[in-house]
């Protein structure tokens, strides 16, 4: 069993910036596949970032952005406080939505209560 914990999300103007937390209760994040969606009212849950796992097979860490947060939106991980993190820059209106974090380790799945981000004036 792992227990994810989203923290970070805020009103900011347009144009600013937010760094999203996202700390796992297990120290496996390093080999575990991550994952950081969002969700607006009335939308799908979508995939903004993720983040391939270590495996014996890979020496390099991958990671795929959504093409509307492309060059704007980070994501990167400090294994020692088993935390990774999503650095969101220059954002916009349309990213308003409840943010979540997603860790996938073994048969598991699991999920973060999620972090409210608001984009306004």
């Known amino acids: 069993q792992v227990h994810v914990v989203e923290s970070g999300g805020g009103l900011v103007q347009p144009g600013g910036s937010l760094r999203l937390s996202c700390t796992a209760s297990?120290?496996?994040?390093?080999?575990?596949?991550l994952g950081w969606y969002r969700q607006s009212p009335g939308q799908e849950r979508e995939l903004v970032a993720s983040?391939?796992?270590?495996?014996?097979?890979?020496?390099?860490?991958?990671?795929n952005y959504a093409d509307s947060v492309k060059d704007r939106f980070t994501m990167y991980r400090h294994d020692a406080s088993n935390t990774v993190y999503l650095q969101m820059n220059r954002l916009k209106s349309e990213d308003t939505a409840i943010y979540y974090c997603n860790v996938r380790y073994g048969p598991g799945i699991y999920w973060g209560q999620g972090t409210q981000v608001i984009v306004s004036s």
């Open positions: 297990r120290n496996i994040l390093s080999i575990a596949t």
């Open positions: 983040m391939s796992s270590t495996s014996v097979a890979s020496y390099t860490t991958l990671v």
